[in-house]
């Protein structure tokens, strides 16, 4: 049965959601229009307001709708710690662990050159200049302890030595399971990885 | 962290999906706004254009884009032949199996007095008159195989034999697994069942 271009297009859209098959993109289809039209509308304008206006940090890169996010914006934020981390997921698990009250810089990504990801994507230079330009005293390697987020690390520790030579530099501790993602970790080991976190 | 309010109700919105948990809401969220903004603007304006346009076939209660829904309009469907189902996610799951290519009327739910709905909520007085008026000769009943599904092909059964015992009255055949739903059987066995079907 074809169930009509406009139905058609829902299911298609939900399929573009990662993790949803096409058995499920029905499902929440029927569901929605059948017995909850508000949801509908509710999620899809939040789809569209979001789209318009969320954008990215002009000193952090995470997403926000403002020029400069509310943690950057925040006078009670630690300059003199700047955190790296690879995505707005994994800033936020780190902001729910509690144990932090510094800056972030977030990557957008790590390094990879075999997708094209290298320095010059994750905006290197611009991390040096702020890692570099004298508020810092602790620069915190908060990437993914995966094989990228490793070379990731390495690469950012080698880079801010060659200029700064005595900037403090650590990384989480290794209370993270190795292999991880920081965003499917859970807070409390999050929390005893960043008091444990060590020299670079 | 505080996400800011347009990305907070966006991730709410998803929320509101079923088995949508917070973890994943925030995941698709992230992912829709870091990765594949087209995405969510394709699924933002499916969303209200379905909410805005979608209703139910005046005939067979349906979902669909037009007065009249397509499989109640086509003429090379077996008139003769009524297919009541529960509801259109159902009704999909018939259609699929190829079985079937006579015309519907779907319920929109069951009989379940515990939640207030009885004959009047599923509209079974329209039923009963197009069972009736002289063009079906044969009302399949597939509702559900559990309690509340038996029950409701029962009251319809009676209902329909009070007016014209003569009507040829069917249920799917038992290849249907006892206590599952239409909606999750897999197409073969539906398919099965159609064949099948038995008196009731």
Chains 1, 2 share one sequence.
């Not at 229009?33 to 954008?55: S, T, Y």
């Not at 994994?90 to 390094?111: H, M, N, P």
């Not at 290298?118 to 302890?145: K, W």
Request: proline share 5%; with cysteine; aromatic share 4%.
């Amino acid at each position: 049965m074809k169930l009509g271009p406009t139905l058609d297009r829902l299911v298609e859209a939900f399929r573009r959601l990662p993790g949803i098959g096409p058995r499920t993109a029905q499902r929440l289809t029927f569901h929605l229009l059948q017995h909850d039209r508000e949801a509908a509308v509710a999620l899809g304008e939040a789809l569209l307001a979001a789209a318009r206006d969320i954008r990215h940090c002009a000193r952090c890169n995470t997403l926000t709708e403002e020029a400069i996010c509310a943690t950057c914006a925040n006078p009670r934020r630690d300059a003199g710690l700047l955190c790296v981390v690879e995505s707005p997921a994994d800033q936020l698990t780190i902001e729910q662990s509690l144990a932090y009250s510094g800056l972030y810089f977030v990557l957008l990504g790590r390094l990879s050159p075999l997708d094209g990801i290298g320095p010059r994507e994750l905006q290197l230079e611009r991390l040096l200049a702020r890692a570099t330009e004298g508020t810092v005293r602790e620069l915190i390697l908060a990437t993914s302890f995966t094989p990228e987020g490793d070379a990731t690390a390495h690469y950012i520790t080698e880079m801010v030595r060659a200029r700064d030579p005595q900037l403090k530099i650590t990384r989480l501790a290794r209370g993270v399971p190795a292999g991880a993602e920081l965003e499917y970790t859970d807070v409390n080991t999050i929390a005893q990885a960043m008091l444990d976190r060590r020299a670079a």
